[in-house]
């Protein structure tokens, strides 16, 4: 009798451990799901619109389609602290044909602090935390901008490097 | 009895940890910081921090543009070509709030493109950087100079262009060859 008892009790353990784990992995599938059809992961801290409440004003008329590309950005995000979400600003403009990503490295060390994802036209990041802790203290870095075109991947463009001084206030 | 309880604190902690790790990995935690001090008052500290005119605003040629065909055939051979001179006009337009230095960080043979081995010799011309590159190979990179050009001044657009001229090399057939490059800008 207690045998019997004990195995209905293994068995509901095992059950309620595989009810956990189906759980785990459907919580896994639904944080890191793509947020789009396409081939490029689309950042996490990725905002559709543009950063300026009215951007009408300041568009560049010599754009056109794929030839030209504009890029916005914080020369000198400030971060409250090495945990902390900060001021970064990028933006690809609603303008903008091509996607552009966006990676940080530090001169010194060639940390890569930050990657941004795929931004495409119209989207842009504001605050985002660093992906590694820095210490109190000011940091040259480089932004690396590359730009792709989500239907011809294969085609190479122009890129651009931007100076930074990344500020940790504390 | 003891083997059930602690496989149930396992499978929890497991459980637990799974959940951590997942919000973590997806920043899903809202965290908002505000930035002030204590000594000084007329600071708000429920203000974004603030840092003006660092903003970079500038658009840029996504490509070179410069798909040089040669026209002279059948053959350039190691000698002086009375090849195509070829120029392309690229733009940078600065909207940014303050005045920002450009350099040109490579300039580099489009692996992609068409390219035979030939030398070129191109130029960088404009009103801001007239400088001559010096020499650089198709397939190869751009080892010239690069130096930081005169400040592109905020809300002004600099037009710059490329010129070149064949002036050596094996040929046997009209090509393109494609240039990708790599501006730098500094505040």
Same mark, same amino acid.
């Given at each position: ?77 400030? /971060? ?81 490097? /931007? ?8 | ?43 708000? +500290? ?37 090849? +195509? ?39 960088? @011309? ?16 751009? @080892?010239? +100079? ?42």
């Amino acid at each position: 009798m207690a045998s019997k008892t004990n195995k209905l009790g293994h068995k509901r353990i095992w059950i309620i451990m595989i009810i956990l784990l189906l759980l785990a992995a459907g919580l896994y599938g639904l944080f890191n799901r793509k947020t789009n059809d396409t081939d490029y992961l689309i950042g996490a801290g990725v905002k559709t619109g543009s950063l300026d409440d009215d951007d009408s004003g300041n568009t560049d008329p010599s754009s056109n389609g794929k030839s030209s590309m504009r890029v916005k950005l914080n020369g000198k995000p400030i /971060f409250a602290d090495g945990k902390s979400e900060g001021s970064l600003n990028i933006e690809n403009p609603a303008e903008n044909e091509l996607y552009m990503q966006v990676e940080i490295k530090l001169n010194q060390t060639g940390d890569i602090v930050y990657s941004s994802g795929a931004i495409p036209p119209n989207h842009y990041i504001d605050k985002d935390m660093l992906s590694k802790v820095l210490r109190k203290g000011e940091y040259e870095a480089t932004a690396y901008v590359t730009l792709f075109d989500q239907d011809n991947p294969d085609t190479i463009y122009n890129s651009a490097n /931007f100076k930074l001084i990344i500020t940790v206030l504390n | 009895m003891k083997k059930t309880i602690c496989i149930i604190v396992a499978s929890v902690l497991v459980f637990g940890l799974s959940i951590s790790a997942f919000a973590e990995t997806t920043g899903d935690i809202d965290v908002t910081g505000h930035i002030g001090t204590s000594g000084d008052p007329t600071i708000d +500290p429920d203000a974004d921090p603030d840092a003006p005119d660092s903003d970079y605003d500038l658009t840029f040629s996504t490509s070179v543009h410069w798909w040089v065909t040669q026209i002279t055939y059948p053959n350039i051979v190691n000698g002086t070509a009375s090849g +195509p001179d070829s120029s392309v006009s690229n733009k940078i337009v600065n909207n940014s709030a303050a005045d920002i230095d450009v350099s040109l960080v490579s300039f580099t043979g489009d692996s992609v493109a068409q390219s035979i081995a030939s030398n070129l010799t191109l130029y960088l @011309t404009g009103n801001l950087a007239a400088d001559s590159m010096g020499t650089t190979n198709i397939a190869g990179d751009y @080892t010239g +100079p690069l130096a930081y050009t005169a400040p592109l001044a905020a809300d002004s657009a600099w037009t710059y262009g490329f010129s070149g001229q064949y002036t050596a090399g094996s040929v046997n057939t009209s090509y393109t060859p494609a240039y990708v490059m790599t501006l730098g800008f500094e505040f």
